[in-house]
């Protein structure tokens, strides 16, 4: 599984319109509308065996995910808008977003690297949150069909250059989506610069196993392998100790209702009014990046399970940490897909990535990437029912 992804080659696309092949897998693409700054946005469909997913340009969102439950009923099962207009405006929680620079929040927007201090605009409260105002989830990709007969891919490319929300560097930044025959979907990332700096990729997907719209989560059982957690202060920033989940809310060790102690009287999940936190993922390496982290294995992070339609998500990933965040912030203000409005819990966000504000806690695995190396991260969402 580790191998899909960048490696693909651009065989048998049909035309510049993409690739398809009609008995298997196929990457197909139409308009999707013009951003406010005049650019033109499209939308990728990655179709292989009983998945679809749409792709869309504008900050790499993964706009619908469709598969059968135990039924065979095909349902859509992450959140999202309609339009491109839901996506541009301020009021987009990230929706499927790719996100960069740098997932989730460094404290006060500010880090030291190689002696030089760095001021990154403030977008949450008193810290940068997701890469700063204009990150990654708003800027157009560049796309490219990747797919072969057996694997739908879309490769989307993004340069970011020096300066650019606050950060040193002109990041140039590959991902690339490859759905195959066995409903996985890969997400495999890569990054280079030309000066040192910080990264920290994710997606930032909102899931409901039972169907987007369909009300909150509370049900769907969640199972996150790791031992302990990063607790946080009244900002979302991580105090800098590494705390076992084990007697606490936290403890996900075992596939528990995601709703079960969510309410609970605990100091953290106050904080974050509900899940906002970063799991320390247990695995067999430490998920340390020295240069690139391409030697770090696909190890199983997480697995929600819908006992409603039988649909299960497994995701494994090259990370050390998994953001779970449970939609706290859903108001009832948006509007989604298929026409439902969303409220707090209607879906689970499942974020693979480095710990939030690394670059002020050196004891935290290293997001430093330096030119010549390649900042190499693979996740994988696989769907069962
Ligand atoms: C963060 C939340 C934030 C959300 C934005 C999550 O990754 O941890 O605190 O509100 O993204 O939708």
């Known amino acids: 599984m580790a191998a899909l992804g960048a490696g693909l080659l651009a065989t048998g696309l049909a035309s510049p319109a993409g690739a398809t092949d009609d008995d298997g897998a196929s990457t197909t693409v139409e308009p999707f509308g013009t951003t406010p700054e005049g650019t033109s946005v499209e939308r990728w469909t990655l179709a292989n065996g009983e998945m679809t997913v749409r792709v869309l340009t504008y900050g790499g969102v993964i706009q619908t995910l469709e ?3 135990a039924d065979g009923e095909v349902g859509n099962v992450v959140l999202g808008f309609p339009d491109l207009a839901g996506y541009v405006s301020d009021d987009d929680p990230y929706f499927g977003a790719l996100i960069g620079r740098y997932g989730n929040r460094i404290a006060g927007g500010r880090f030291t690297l190689d002696g030089t201090t760095y001021q990154l605009p403030l977008n949450d409260g008193p810290n940068t949150l997701h890469g700063g105002p204009q990150g990654f989830d708003d800027q157009v990709w ?18 970011s250059p020096d300066g650019d929300q606050g950060f040193p560097g002109t990041l140039t930044t590959t991902v690339t989506y490859s759905l195959d025959a066995d409903s996985r979907l890969s997400i495999h990332y890569a990054a280079t610069t030309d000066a ?7 997606n930032h997907t909102y899931w409901n196993l039972a169907g987007e719209g369909s009300g909150d989560v509370y049900d769907q059982t969640l199972q996150i392998h790791a031992g302990a957690y990063t607790p946080v202060d009244e900002t979302l920033i991580p105090t800098g100790e590494i705390a076992p989940v084990a007697g606490t809310p936290f403890d996900f060790r075992e596939p528990t209702a995601v709703g079960a102690r969510i309410r609970e009287d605990d100091q953290q999940l106050l904080y974050g009014q509900g ?8 695995r067999t390496d430490d998920g340390a990046r020295e240069g690139s982290d391409s030697e770090d294995a696909l190890e199983e992070a997480a697995v929600v399970h819908d006992p409603g339609s039988g649909r299960t998500l497994t995701i494994s990933t090259t990370e050390p ?16 897909t ?9 879906a689970v966000v499942l974020e693979t990535q480095h710990f939030p504000d690394s670059p002020n806690h050196p004891d935290f695995p290293s997001t430093v990437l330096r030119p010549g190396e390649v900042y190499d991260s693979t996740t994988v969402f696989a769907l069962a029912h």
């Open 338 to 346: 298929g026409g439902h409005v969303y409220r707090q819990s209607d």
């Open 275 to 282: 899940y906002d936190h970063n799991w320390v993922l247990d």
């Open 142 to 159: 560049q796309a490219t069909p990747v797919g072969d007969d057996d694997v739908a891919a879309l490769r989307l490319e993004l340069v």
């Open 321 to 336: 940490g998994l953001q779970f965040y449970s939609g706290n912030f859903l108001d009832g203000t948006l509007v989604g």
């Open 196 to 202: 040192p700096t910080v990264v920290n990729l994710t």
């Open 67 to 69: 598969v059968p439950d």
